[in-house]
C-alpha cells in the first residue's frame, strides 16, 4: 500500500515535469506556421507571443517634397499596410530599399497599398523609406518606422 503511493506520486512528478518542458519548449520556439501546427493545444499558442501583433494600417500622403505623416511607430515583426497617396503636383514613390518593395510612381490623386512585415533587426529605426524620384530624398521625403 505504502510502495503504490510512492508510485502515483512519482508518476505525478514526471507528468509535471513533462507539462513544464513543453510549455518551455513551445514558448522558446519561433511562432512559425509549422510550430503552430498539427496537434497542439491552444495552450501552446497562447504562449508562443509573435502572430498576435495587430496589422498596423497607416495611410500616407506624398506632397512637395515631404511624405506626411513622416514617422509612424511600428513592433519589430508586425505586419504593416501602407496607403500612400499622392497629393503633390509631381509624381511620387515610396520605396522600401531594405526590403525591395516599392510602389510605381505615382501621378496625383493615385494610391497604392503595400503590405509588408517589419524585420526583426535591433535599433530604433528597423527600416526607412523614401521616394525614389531623383532629388527628392534630398528634398525631404523621407518617412522612418520607429520600433516601439
Ligand atoms: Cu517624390
Known sequence: ?????KIIIFVIVIVIAAGGYLMWKASASTP???TLGGANTGENQAATGGEQLPLK???VTAT???FSPNEI???RGQTVRLTVVNNGNYPHDLSIEKLGIKTKRLSRGQTEIMQFTV???PGDYPLTAICSVPGHKESGMVFNFKAE
Open 64 to 66: 512637395e517634397f515631404a
Open 57 to 59: 494600417e497607416v495611410t
Open 119 to 121: 524585420p526583426a533587426e
Open 73 to 75: 511607430s511600428v513592433k
Open 1 to 5: 500500500m505504502k510502495m503504490d503511493k
Open 32 to 34: 512559425t506556421n509549422e
